[in-house]
């Protein structure tokens, strides 16, 4: 038990999506491309490590070159299985390969207002708001920066957030809107103020890094630095690669997914031969260019294999992942984001991903809407109940009841029944009633994951932050302020 | 006599076959025809295929991002033909383009570029990360009609306003027309910091920066 958080966990079904032999061959592929064509790495730090370490680097174009068996002894260090800490350890949760945990998506730029309907800019208050809804919410696990805080400024942006969120919300957090040096020192240091101790930090990671990789084939040097600084304080660090077929990467999936593993496993490697041991994860959220319009689909087929052959790499080098789920690109909670978010969910959930982002945005993860979270949450649940799949067993198989009810007759009335019915999934925004009540009320989900969102946002109150810690993040937010010349 | 060149040209368009384009521009050099006419009875001809075939759905982007690259390659051996005559290509306009300086997002900003430059427009492309003085400097250097920023981070929407900021202190403003972009780019924002143009998507762009130079 992961306090009252949902996960899949004990599945009873599974895919067959890549052979071990088709395994093999995208590592090998990956391992030449590292080799011989090289990752650009555009950060100092970085390639004074690779340098160290005999990979060859450019120092012109900082691409670097890195043998097969530098990045295999690299990712052997990687520990196979750590837990992401919450603020209270009832909520930690397990990345132990059979679990699968989901956060809300993150970085949004607008907010479908909860009252007004109208779409607005995103601002602080929001990142609060969104915060303590998913602090209630059982299928939340753990939080992204949902929205960007747009009324604060850029450079201490990304703090003001997590002390939003800290101050919200009980669970792990993990951030992929700190790329900055500055920013990543204070972080650190404000997870060390909230676990207590720079050890006790190290041993119950609060927080957690995550952050993009440049497909194609290179490192965003700000990402780079503040990776390396959040894995020497022990802070679980991630690489996500979002390499689309057709744009950023090839437009054939297995190539896609050589040019997106060669950025992934270089970073980890990295942060391996810097800082043996540290824990890092695979992520990922590759899709297809949308053929006609360039954009980033969040969506289809494509996106669904890729949801669940990643989680074979990622198995592969033996880390956990986080995997690119829901995020459609929908521009409201509709069919499509239906289709959208639960044939993501359900992939990457068969495949057993550790981490699924995210529930709550729309449009390509730009715009907020609590309803679009409240039923990705039900997405989640269902995908959880089939997971479950189907227990064999005396109890299941029910053969003393049956022969009591025999041909004819009905279930209604057994004991059996009431003991087990319970373990039928029940919808919360799924519309079941009769026609005519459909339509004499007029309503749906959408209204009722509204006044549901409404209902936690105005009644749950979160176990609030000390207030002499929240003062103490509040300063070295400040300090990175006043160092910054206006 | 020239139409079988000429269509062959068209056609190294459509193809998106670069290296056609390169040795049929050649041969039109060789053969000594007008390399103005090479450009619009023949090139030009096969761009506004592809342009029509993706309008409809037929083509896809990459037809017309090979296209665009084709039709480059073939105008970059006529231009110094036609100066050499002391005559140009009827451009649109001038544009300089980027993405802000601590943005890495590229494909938007490409996409758009790639667009404007396939209907007519001269395109300098800075790249992405650019510094916000640079994108004044080169409009100057070029004497730009267009500035287009893209910003696909909150963090960097910010600096879009500094770029206009950077114009204005050149004393290129109100003339030089700056268009913005990218994700997190709203109406509101477009008016807040006084931009003359944006557009959510490259076809779009085109069209804002046709009605910025009164076309
Ligand atoms: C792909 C992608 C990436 C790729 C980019 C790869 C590349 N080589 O370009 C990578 C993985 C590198 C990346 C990195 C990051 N990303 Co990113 N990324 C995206 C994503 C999913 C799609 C962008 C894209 O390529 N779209 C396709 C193109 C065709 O569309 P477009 O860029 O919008 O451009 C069109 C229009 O906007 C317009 N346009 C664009 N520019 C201009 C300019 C002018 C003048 C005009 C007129 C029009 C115009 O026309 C274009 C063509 O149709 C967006 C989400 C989204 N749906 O937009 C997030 C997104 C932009 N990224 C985001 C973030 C947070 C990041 C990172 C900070 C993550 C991290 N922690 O590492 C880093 C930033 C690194 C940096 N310093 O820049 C956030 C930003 C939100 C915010 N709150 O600021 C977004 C919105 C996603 C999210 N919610 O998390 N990203």
Known sequence: MNGNIKSITDPR???????????????TATLEIIEKTGVRFP??????????????????????????????????????????????????????????????????????DLYTGQRRRSRLQDVGEIARVADYLPEVGFHWVAVSAQDYPPESRGLHELLAIWQNSTKHVQTESVYSIAEAKAAVEMATAVAGSREALRKRPVLSIMQCTAPPLGQDGGSID????????????????????????????????????????????????????????????????????????????????????TNVLADFYNVPLSMGSFATGAKEPNWQAGIDNSMSTFMASIAMSDMLLGVGLL???????????????????????????????????????????????????????????????????????????????????????????????????????????????????????????? | MNE??????????????????????????????????????????????????????????????????????????????????????????????????????????????????????????LGVNVAIGAFAEKAREVGADIVGVSSLLTTTMVRQRFVIEALDDMGLRPQVKVMVGGAPVTRDWVAEIGADGYSEDAIGAVAVAK???GK
């Open chain 2, 4 to 125: 079988t060149l000429f269509e062959a040209m068209k056609q190294s368009i459509i193809d998106g076959e670069a290296e056609d384009a390169e040795r049929l521009a050649n041969q039109a050099v060789a053969e000594g025809v007008d390399p103005l006419e090479a450009i619009n009875k023949g090139f030009v001809l096969g761009l506004d295929d592809v342009g029509e075939q993706f309008g409809c759905g037929e083509m896809f982007l990459p037809d017309l991002v090979l296209a665009a690259e084709a039709m480059k390659t073939a105008v970059a051996i006529l231009e110094p033909e036609l100066a050499k005559k002391g005559t140009a290509r009827e451009i649109l306009g001038t544009v300089v383009m980027g993405t802000v300086e601590g943005d890495i997002h590229d494909i938007g900003k490409t996409l758009v570029a790639t667009m404007l430059s396939a209907s007519g427009f001269k395109v300098y492309d």
């Open chain 1, 363 to 486: 449009h390509g993860s730009r715009i907020w809407s609590y309803e679009q979270m409240l039923m990705d949450c039900e997405i989640f649940d269902m995908v959880r109940q089939v997971m479950a799949g189907i227990v064999v067993d005396e109890a299941s198989l029910a053969l003393d009841v049956i022969g009591k009810v025999g041909p004819g007759g009905n279930f209604l009335a057994q004991k059996h029944t009431r003991r087990h019915m319970r373990q039928l999934w029940l919808p919360k925004y799924m519309d079941r009633r009769p026609y005519n009540v459909w339509e004499e009320q007029g309503d749906g989900a959408r209204d009722w994951a509204n006044a549901e969102a409404r209902r936690i946002l105005e009644t749950h109150q979160p176990e609030p932050l000390d207030a002499g810690l929240a003062a103490e993040l509040k300063r070295m937010i400040k300090s990175v302020e006043t160092a910054v010349p206006a």
């Open chain 1, 226 to 309: 503040a990776a390396l600084i959040a894995a020497e304080a022990g802070l679980p660090t991630g690489f996500m690669t979002m390499a689309s077929c057709a744009s950023t990467g090839p437009v054939t999936l297995a190539g896609n997914l050589a040019v997106g593993n060669a950025e992934v496993i270089s970073a980890l490697a990295l942060i391996q031969l810097a800082y043996p041991g540290a824990p890092v994860f695979y992520a990922a959220a590759q899709t297809a260019m949308d053929l006609r319009t360039g954009a980033y689909t969040g969506g289809g087929p494509e996106d669904f294999l890729f949801g669940a052959a």
């Open chain 1, 13 to 27: 079904l599974s895919l067959d999506i890549l052979s071990q032999d088709d395994v093999q061959r995208l590592h």
């Open chain 1, 43 to 112: 950060s100092k730090s970085a390639l004074e490590i690779w340098e160290a370490h005999g990979a060859t680097v450019d120092h012109d174009s900082m691409i670097v070159k890195a043998p097969g068996h530098l990045i295999e002894e690299a990712l052997k260090k990687a520990p196979p299985a750590y837990d992401l800490a919450a603020r209270s350890p009832e909520q930690d949760l397990p990345l132990d390969g059979n679990h699968v945990f989901v956060g809300t998506d993150g970085c949004g730029v607008e907010v479908m």
């Open chain 2, 211 to 213: 009605r910025l130079v």
